[in-house]
């Protein structure tokens, strides 16, 4: 079992930044393929940006240009840095590990846009 945590999330104005930090446990960190997701009210989830355990990464149309995946293997971390945030940014954004054929999802943080 992998117990996954994020934090960072808030409110921001249009515009705006945020760093949302995935931590996830486990001494095998680096070989984890690790994901964000993002979920509106009403929405289905989608994949946000992916990041695999040799650093490739993926973003969803929507997102590319503004938003950066990375890892820290050597503190058990993802990050999503979000900048020129807008108001359809807003979800509930949940991080996912994939390890071997499963997954682990963290509980989720809120993200609002709005003036």
């Known amino acids: 079992q992998v117990q996954v945590e994020e934090s960072g999330g808030g409110l921001v104005q249009p515009g705006g930044s945020l760093r949302l930090s995935c931590a996830a446990s486990?001494?095998?960190?680096?070989?984890?393929?690790m994901s964000w997701y993002r979920q509106a009210p009403g929405n289905q989830r989608d994949l946000v940006a992916r990041?695999?355990?040799?650093?490739?990464?993926v973003y969803a149309d929507s997102v590319k240009g503004r938003f950066t995946i990375s890892r820290d293997n050597a503190k058990n971390t993802v990050i999503l840095q979000m900048n020129s945030l807008k108001p359809e940014d807003t979800a509930v954004y949940y991080c996912?590990?994939?390890?071997?054929?499963?997954?682990?999802w963290g509980q989720g943080t809120q993200v609002t846009v709005s003036s």
């Open positions: 990041i695999s355990s040799g650093g490739s990464t």
């Open positions: 996912k590990v994939f390890y071997y054929g499963n997954d682990f």
């Open positions: 486990g001494s095998i960190f680096s070989s984890y393929s």
